[in-house]
């Protein structure tokens, strides 16, 4: 059975820039190794495409720092694609270096006007709703215009809290299948899933709740032995991909690509 939240034939990706060094940070973690980063971006390349994806490449923007992580751009669904309006000013301009790419693959491209701001980041499709996590960089006005739009195909839309101090909605959450969540202790507590079978991160492997399911794949970051033997267990094929030089700007499986199926 196809799904629409992790059934798809594309995905675009952005290679880092070297001033990716400069990207935005929630807490100082070190510098990222922009050669590690490189080759952990390929890896990560290959990995979607072993999953089945025609991915496109898309050169790096030195004057973006964080444009490497293109998921925060846009929200694309199978009827259409939507473009956002990032709260944080360094990374408002990124969308109109995606927009072009979506609009050739895309019939339907509308865009986030603002006032209010929304990143992608902080949006969770799965098959039977789109929970959106207010945050810093997402508020009421961003999620407001964004629900007006998914009317018009019918959408479900939950609004939830992205718990404070943590960048995006889906830093501590992924979906794993039709109804599998895998999520932090501390965001499944605020009960945001209580409809879902959840999968905790292993105490103290927070930073494994950001992968991504991509057909049969799960992209998950290396480096969380705990949390992976936990998916495993539950039978997801599981691609392991080093992430510690995203970690250190914030960045995770999730925030690398769009992942889509598009309809002209
Ligand atoms: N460094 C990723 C972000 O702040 O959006």
């Known amino acids: 059975m196809s799904t629409k939240s992790f059934n798809f034939t594309h995905a675009i990706t952005r290679r880092p820039s070297s001033s990716v060094v400069s990207g935005l940070r929630s807490t100082e973690r070190g510098v990222p190794n922009f050669e590690l980063m490189e080759g952990h971006h390929l890896d990560y390349v290959n990995a979607l495409k072993q999953a089945g994806a025609k991915v496109i490449e898309l050169d790096p923007l030195e004057d973006f720092p964080d444009s490497v992580f293109v998921e925060d751009t ?17 990374r408002l301009n990124e ?12 019939k339907n ?5 603002g006032p209010g701001t929304i990143e992608a980041g902080d949006i969770l499709t799965t098959e039977k709703e789109i929970l959106i996590g207010r945050s810093s960089r997402t508020n009421i006005e961003g ?5 007006l739009m998914l009317e018009q195909w019918n959408y479900k839309v939950t609004e939830v809290i992205t718990p404070p101090g943590i960048l995006h909605f889906k830093t501590d959450c992924s979906l794993l299948d039709n109804n599998t ?29 950001n992968t991504i399911r991509y057909n049969n794949l799960v ?3 290396k480096g969380f032995p705990k949390t992976t033997r936990r998916l495993l267990k539950s039978g997801f094929n599981v691609v392991e991909i080093g992430n510690t030089e995203c970690a250190k700007i914030d960045g995770g499986m999730s925030c690398l690509s769009l992942r889509f199926s598009p309809k002209k």
């Open 219 to 221: 992209l998950a970051p």
């Open 74 to 90: 846009a929200l694309c669904l199978p009827e259409g694609a939507i473009l956002m309006r990032p709260g944080a000013p360094s």
């Open 143 to 147: 999620i407001s215009e964004l629900t």
């Open 109 to 113: 491209v509308f865009e986030i006007k």
């Open 95 to 106: 969308v109109e270096y995606i927009a072009p790419h979506l609009r050739k693959l895309y």
């Open 181 to 209: 969540i895998l999520s932090t202790e501390r965001l499944a507590a605020t009960g945001c899933f209580e409809s879902y079978k959840v999968i905790l991160t292993y105490p103290g492997e927070e930073d494994a709740a």
